[in-house]
């Protein structure tokens, strides 16, 4: 890419010259990446006219936001599903079954019981069924989108699976207690 052809119209995944899949080289998108930002970075136009370093300035965000979208599931997940027009409604919408919404329960219950016990062994074990259920959910989200292109069942494991994201939070400000 040049300078002269960056496009802020671009979606994220055409910036990196990526197919729009929720399944990603994630080491392409590295290479990209770093290619892009020897070409946009600003200290390349700190000797240019102010326009011309807000421009520049302007194009390294751009290449940072799309960067750190695409790097992470849920987030490329969110874009993928904006990009095909779906409203997640992860604010409204957080409806979930029955069943899931007992296993956080009891997933919570357990962080706290582990957190008041300062037993770093049993968060190591949530810890690691959390990762494993995470990617289970990302492979479902992933048939989802790039084989059976059923977004509206993909929204639904968005905001499951941003149920997810808050429990590794909770897990990790339980380390951080019991650390201190």
Do not use: C
Request: hydrophobic fraction near 45%.
């Amino acid at each position: 890419m040049q300078l002269a052809s960056f496009d802020f119209q671009q979606n994220h995944f055409d910036l990196f010259g990526l197919a729009q899949s929720f399944q990603i080289d994630i080491a392409q998108l590295e290479q990209q990446y770093r290619a892009l930002q020897t070409l946009v970075h600003p200290d390349k136009s700190a000797h240019l006219a102010d326009a011309e370093q807000r421009l520049a300035m302007q194009r390294a965000t751009l290449v940072n936001e799309a960067y750190q979208t695409l790097r992470n599931p849920l987030r490329r997940a969110r874009y993928l599903l904006s990009l095909h027009g779906v409203d997640i409604q992860e604010e409204n919408n957080t409806l979930m079954p029955p069943d899931f919404l007992m296993a956080q329960l009891e997933w919570r219950e357990a962080v706290s019981e582990a957190q008041q016990a300062r037993d770093g062994a049993a968060l190591d074990v949530l810890e690691a069924r959390l990762q494993r259920e995470t990617r289970e959910l990302e492979s479902r989200l992933a048939l989802k989108i790039d084989t059976e292109k059923n977004y509206a069942a993909a929204a639904e494991l968005v905001r499951k699976l941003r149920f997810m994201e808050r429990l590794a939070e909770e897990i990790h400000a339980a380390y951080d207690a019991i650390d201190n």
